[in-house]
């Protein structure tokens, strides 16, 4: 079984520049998350989609990040514009089942940004 | 509002010692609960989950994890470490009520000595 797959795996840019990542999800998974990881931090949730719905965006900076799903399998990430404190690897994971969480996440292999 | 406690930055264990790593969580209403591992230079790895019935999960490698509702905890463990062990653990937690989503606790480093 293929795993989650993300790219690109590293990004360098400078603050103000705009930014995208992709993930595709494991084959048959309907829930998608993306985190953003600060060094030293846990990752933190930032959009939930359940197919191509958002579930919970809470904690997404709406005013620069956007995310979307549009046929409920690749999803993809957009930060417009950066920031310095934007700097962490950015996490897609992918579960089975609804919305509730009940399901193990797997994560793909994360994309490191760094805005200079 | 949820939160999770990873009290130790650094835990340091001998190999073929037992091993604990902890996490308190604070949430509104019942708990899933999970621990996740991230090995260097790979993406974090499932590794056991709380969600209803026998307060004592076991999951992958000889892990093992006990929910105690009581004292909001659910510290993982494994009666003897390996080498391989060593890695970065992370403790998760979802409240089931509405509006409360995943949160992920700050990380242990675990690091078993040969």
């Known amino acids: 079984e293929a795993g989650v797959a993300q790219s690109p795996r590293y990004k360098i840019i400078e603050k103000r520049q705009s930014v995208a990542f992709w993930c595709n999800p494991i084959?048959?998974?309907?829930?998608l998350y993306w985190y953003q990881q600060i060094l030293g931090q846990g990752p933190k949730l930032l959009i939930q989609f359940q197919n191509n719905g958002v579930v919970d965006d809470s904690q997404l900076p709406k005013d620069r990040f956007s995310a979307e799903r549009l046929k409920g399998v690749d999803s993809t990430l957009k930060i417009q514009p950066a920031k310095l404190e934007d700097s962490a690897v950015y996490l897609c994971?992918?579960?089975?089942?609804?919305?509730?969480?009940?399901?193990?996440?797997?994560f793909g292999p994360g994309t490191r940004l760094t805005v200079t | 509002a949820q939160s999770v406690a990873q009290p130790e930055d650094q835990v340091n264990v001998a190999e073929g010692n037992p091993l604990t790593v902890k996490c308190t969580y604070s949430?509104?209403?019942?708990?899933?609960l999970f621990w996740y591992v991230q090995y260097p230079n790979r993406g974090l790895q499932f590794l056991l989950k709380?969600?209803?019935?026998?307060?004592l999960v076991k999951g992958s490698y000889g892990f093992e994890a006990e929910f105690n509702k009581s004292q909001t905890s659910f510290h993982l463990k494994k009666p003897s470490a390996l080498v391989s062990d060593s890695a970065l653990y992370f403790c998760a937690v979802r409240g089931l009520n509405y509006g409360q989503n995943f949160v992920f606790g700050p990380g242990t480093r675990l690091s078993v000595l040969p």
């Open positions: 949430v509104s209403g019942n708990p899933y």
């Open positions: 084959s048959g998974h309907a829930t």
């Open positions: 709380y969600i209803t019935g026998d307060n």
């Open positions: 994971a992918s579960s089975l089942g609804g919305t509730g969480g009940l399901y193990e996440q797997y």
